[in-house]
């Protein structure tokens, strides 16, 4: 079974950063994806970051510059650096992993991040 827990949400000014972390533990096959996701009250959940088991990152527009994700495929976990963070960066933001070897996609409990002055 796969877990996966997140940490690191809290309450930040604008224009301050937050680092988010994901750790999964279980049986993963080595070839994956793993993802932040976000939901803002009232709105669908929007993909935010990407990285792939090679490394290679995407970003939703309106994240790009200001954002950064990073992983270990080995240890299966993924951070999310968010910097100069606005108003309506604020959601529950989930980890998701997709599991290329069983085609099936984990999520994390989701963990909260409020930008307000």
């Known amino acids: 079974q796969v877990q996966l827990v997140e940490s690191g949400g809290g309450l930040v000014q604008p224009g301050g950063s937050l680092r988010l972390s994901c750790a999964a533990s279980g049986s993963i096959f080595s070839s994956k994806l793993m993802r932040w996701y976000r939901q803002a009250p009232g709105k669908q959940r929007e993909m935010v970051a990407t990285?792939?088991?090679?490394?290679?990152?995407n970003y939703v527009d309106s994240v790009k510059g200001r954002f950064t994700i990073s992983g270990d495929n080995a240890k299966n976990t993924v951070d999310l650096q968010m910097n100069t963070l606005k108003p309506e960066d604020t959601a529950v933001y989930y980890c998701?992993?997709?599991?290329?070897?069983?085609?099936?996609?984990?999520w994390g409990q989701g963990t909260q991040v409020t930008v307000s002055s």
């Open positions: 990285i792939s088991s090679r490394g290679t990152t």
């Open positions: 998701n992993l997709w599991d290329a070897g069983t085609n099936t996609n984990y």
